[in-house]
């Protein structure tokens, strides 16, 4: 093994403590529920704009974007430098199946700032029907996007638009919602509960993962009570 200057661990130290406080500031943007695939898409690209920065910047000994490697003050930091370039193939390689999609996406996050002429044939006479609304044009600047399809993009007037944001609203960007259905079934499920159905555990996790608050009230009116004898 070879012998390393105590500067040089100290200097690979500080940049992974750098390097690791940016990941964990991507991995929280792409947590938590209600995360749209277009949104998370947008943080990646955004972070590997940023590695591409980094990578050069490092090429030439320049660590603005790195204080804890800075204030070390390497002597060379190309080494840094290729690690960036290593996290960019990483990242390439990791999301180019969401890439290849990218088109699909843009139509249905961005429908005003697409070609009408890059888009699918079926597609483009609703797209310029949509850009030539500068009312709708100014709703969508507004409003979410998802209030925003909801509200007026009708199925009368675009349907094919409203199937293609339909397709992509419904994707999961993230696998909390699994990951938080499999944290109810276990605490509905545990071995003090051996006698569940399966047709009654399968009603808890419905009213466990349900999104829609429950009408107390109304369920309370509708409820018979026992009769006194």
């Excluded at 940049?15 to 991507?26: H, R």
């Excluded at 490697?69 to 390497?74: K, T």
């Excluded at 007026?152 to 993230?174: M, N």
């Excluded at 109810?184 to 829609?212: C, G, H, I, M, P």
Aim: hydrophobic share 35%.
């Amino acid at each position: 093994m070879q012998n390393v200057e105590p500067s040089k661990r100290l200097c690979d130290l500080a940049f992974m403590v750098d390097i690791t406080k940016y990941l964990s500031e991507l991995n929280v943007k792409l947590q938590g529920p209600n995360q749209l695939l277009s949104s998370l898409l947008s943080h990646v690209k955004s972070f590997e704009a940023k590695l591409k920065l980094w990578k050069v910047q490092l090429e030439r000994s320049n660590t603005v974007h790195f204080p804890t490697l800075q204030e070390q003050n390497p002597s060379t930091t190309d080494e840094y430098a290729g690690e960036c370039a290593k996290l960019i193939e990483a990242f390439s390689e990791r999301f180019k199946d969401v890439k290849s999609k990218q088109q699909e996406l843009n139509i249905f996050a961005t429908p005003f700032n697409v070609e009408p002429a890059d888009v699918p044939d079926n597609l483009q006479h609703e797209i310029i029907q949509l850009q030539s609304d500068d009312e709708l044009k100014a709703r969508y600047n507004n409003l979410s996007l998802l209030e925003f399809y909801r509200r007026y993009v009708s199925a009368d007037d675009f349907p094919i638009l409203r199937r293609h944001a339909l397709k992509y609203a419904s994707v999961f960007g993230t696998t909390y919602c699994c990951e938080q259905f499999f944290s109810k079934l276990t605490l509905a499920k545990s071995r003090l509960r051996s006698r569940l159905t399966d047709a009654n555990l399968e009603n808890q996790l419905r009213v466990a993962s349900s999104t829609v608050p429950p009408n107390i009230t109304r369920l309370a009116k509708e409820k018979q009570f026992q009769p006194s004898h």
